[in-house]
């Protein structure tokens, strides 16, 4: 089939792989427009336009999708369907329209679970012990299509959010690319999503990664993972804003306060509203990540210190 692809950041360049490989012909690429970035905030190409870019591939910027100007290159191109992957960007009627098979979106959770932006980090988040990804056609609403196909895949107990989109990421791209062959050999059947089941997954913010050392260690564990790597889980120490990496729960350590740290010899633990968490990396404002100790013994944590 003729495909142009929209998509934006890395997680969606596997789709674009297995997209190339696939004999269908990819005409364009669809993405956000060049960002600033960088201490010197010069413009940075999107993951999916540089890889564009290094495969002589057009690539169309439109702010909107809806100006006029793209929607008139999109009808000139004729593609027989849009795959997306992460786009970025509210696609009106009027462009879902213009391909015969539409817009068919590849989204990293099982459908109508954790429609949203961000439906790895609140699967972590709240303790879901199965996810997936899901295809289904784009419609005007959030996530709502019918779904034509999915994959599975088991949350791990040491997952980050980075870890499984990474996974989900390359099994979504072989979904992704069976469904478009379904579509051209006419075998491809949507069904609809049950009204039952339905969660929703707004963009995680610098607040939701802020840890709650008030919460049950189990809590705090799959904050900060759902929050790696970005927004970026952190906390404050003396009035500070340090960063965290991954933490584990230690059913037989000593009995702290929320907050609370203590530095042993070979770890420092931190306390919560049940057991203390063993500290990861700790990456202090204007500087390196480092492990637990070796920022403990830099910071001379004096005992009873704690975090806020």
Same mark, same amino acid.
């Given at each position: 089939m003729r495909l142009v692809f929209a998509g934006t950041p890395a997680v969606a360049v596997p789709a674009l792989d297995a997209i190339a490989a696939s004999g269908h012909e990819l005409l364009a690429v669809v993405t956000r427009p060049d960002a600033?970035?960088?201490?010197?905030?010069?413009?940075?190409?999107?993951?999916?336009?540089?890889?564009?870019?290094?495969?002589?591939?057009?690539?169309?910027?439109?702010a909107k999708p809806r100006e006029p100007e793209f929607l008139d290159r999109l009808r000139d191109l004729a593609p027989d369907c849009v795959p997306v992957v992460a786009y970025g960007a509210l696609v009106p009627p009027v462009a879902l329209e213009i391909p015969r098979h539409g817009w068919i979106n590849l989204h990293f959770s099982l459908l109508p679970a954790w429609r949203g932006a961000a439906p790895v980090q609140h699967a972590v988040l709240h303790g879901d012990e199965l996810t997936g990804a899901?295809?289904?056609?784009?419609?005007?609403?959030?996530?709502?299509?019918?779904?034509?196909?999915?994959?599975?895949?088991?949350?791990?107990?040491?997952?980050?959010?980075?870890?499984?989109?990474e996974r989900l990421a390359h099994s979504g791209a072989g979904l992704l690319v069976a469904v478009l062959d379904a579509l051209e050999a006419g075998t491809a059947r949507a069904e609809p999503q049950p009204a039952d089941g339905v969660t929703l997954?707004?963009? +995680?913010? @610098? #607040?939701?990664? /802020? %840890?709650?050392?008030?919460?049950?260690?189990?809590? &705090?564990?799959?904050?900060?993972?759902?929050?790696?790597?970005?927004?970026?889980?952190?906390?404050?120490?003396?009035?500070?804003?340090?960063?965290?990496?991954?933490?584990?729960?230690?059913?037989?350590?000593?009995?702290?306060?929320?907050?609370? +740290?203590? @530095? #042993?010899?070979? /770890? %420092?633990?931190?306390?919560?509203?049940?057991?203390? &968490?063993?500290?990861?990396?700790?990456?202090?404002?204007?500087?390196?990540?480092?492990?637990?100790?070796?920022?403990?013994?830099?910071?001379?944590?004096?005992?009873?210190?704690?975090?806020?």
């Open positions: 600033p970035a960088g201490r010197g905030r010069s413009l940075v190409r999107s993951p999916v336009g540089a890889w564009a870019d290094a495969h002589g591939v057009e690539v169309l910027t439109p899901s295809v289904f056609q784009l419609e005007e609403g959030l996530d709502t299509g019918p779904v034509y196909g999915t994959v599975t895949d088991e949350i791990r107990p040491t997952d980050t959010s980075g870890d499984l989109l997954a707004p963009k +995680l913010t @610098v #607040e939701d990664a /802020r %840890v709650r050392w008030s919460d049950p260690a189990f809590a &705090v564990d799959r904050r900060i993972r759902a929050g790696t790597p970005a927004p970026g889980p952190w906390t404050t120490f003396r009035g500070d804003r340090v960063k965290l990496g991954p933490v584990t729960p230690v059913a037989d350590g000593p009995e702290l306060k929320p907050g609370e +740290l203590l @530095v #042993e010899k070979s /770890r %420092v633990l931190a306390g919560t509203a049940t057991v203390p &968490v063993r500290l990861g990396e700790v990456r202090a404002a204007g500087k390196k990540a480092m492990s637990a100790s070796d920022w403990a013994r830099g910071a001379r944590v004096a005992a009873g210190e704690v975090f806020a």
